[in-house]
Nanobody, 123 residues
Framework: QVQLVESGGGLEQAGGSLRLSCAAS????????MAWFRQAPGKEREAVAA????????YYANSVKGRFNSSRDNAKNTVYLQMNSLKPEDTAVYYC????????????????WGQGTQVTVSS
């Protein structure tokens, strides 16, 4: 069983930056595809970014393209989401997800999920 623990959320002003981290344990991290989702109150869960096992391919939602960057460090079993030029509409709970299909990419379902970290962007 894979455990995912997100960190790095918090309160930031519009235009600022935050970096989320997701530490994985209990599995072979380097063979998993990873993704970041978010869910705002009253809204459906949205896939924000995804990255395949090698980091060679990435997906970004149109709403964050050019502002967010996903990366991974397989030696540290960690995936990151660098969020720049934050907007109030980025406010949500952000979830890390992992999938055993190592090249899975995009707004699809994933096998394992973290508990989430709150990101709040003030205007």
């Amino acid at each position: 069983q894979v455990q995912l623990v997100e960190s790095g959320g918090g309160l930031e002003q519009a235009g600022g930056s935050l970096r989320l981290s997701c530490a994985a344990s209990g599995g072979t991290f380097s063979s998993y595809a990873m993704a970041w989702f978010r869910q705002a109150p009253g809204k459906e869960r949205e896939a924000v970014a995804a990255i395949i096992w090698s980091g060679a391919s990435r997906y970004y939602a149109n709403s964050v393209k050019g502002r967010f960057n996903s990366s991974r460090d397989n030696a540290k079993n960690t995936v990151y989401l660098q969020m720049n030029s934050l907007k109030p509409e980025d406010t949500a709970v952000y979830y890390c997800a992992a999938d055993r299909a190592k090249s899975r990419l995009g707004p699809v379902d994933y096998d394992y999920w973290g508990q989430g970290t709150q990101v709040t962007v003030s205007s």
